[in-house]
């Protein structure tokens, strides 16, 4: 559950500042051009996280990597509440991807080593259906919020204090599973 509520904020987060990104730096006194910049910087973030986060995933505890993501992830979006010029600009573009770099290497990872392969096309099934719909709900809601109070600094805080922070303690009770044994001593895993 605490992978699904996961899932379900990291595709809200990333899709909603990705979809508004244009608008973000405009409110923060930057061009679009400075906006369009920063999706090289990102993308090669994200690219060197993703396969960084890979070996580290084989060397450390995956809640922990998780933890690391989305603690990224909160810098990332306190970088882009406070931006203002075109150097903050590719900071947060670069912390942002180290965060979803991140995020996709433990996502690749974790569920594999959590419950094994039997079901493993049922979870990632579930858990897309829950990523794609929470995906359309924070566009949506930055736009709202944008409308509504001129800015994105309420969701944006939102994002990083509410929703992130208390998700980065619950990710470091995201451990293994037990293996539960039937009254004859047999596995009752996946």
Known sequence: WIMTVSTAIFSMVVTGMTFHTMQLFLDRGLSEA???A???STGIASAAARLGGGVLADRFRLNILLSVSMITSVLGIITVIFMSTPFQAHT???VIGLARGCYVAVDATIYV???GRSHLGKIRG???TVGVAAS?????IMGYTHDLFGNYNLVLWIFALGLYTPLILLSLMATPPK???DRSGKSLAC
């Open 38 to 40: 920063t999706f090289i």
């Open 113 to 115: 080593r959590y419950f």
């Open 179 to 181: 293996e539960a044994l």
């Open 126 to 128: 579930s858990l897309t």
């Open 92 to 94: 947060y573009a670069i």
């Open 34 to 36: 400075d906006a369009t």
């Open 136 to 140: 359309s709900i924070g566009p949506f």
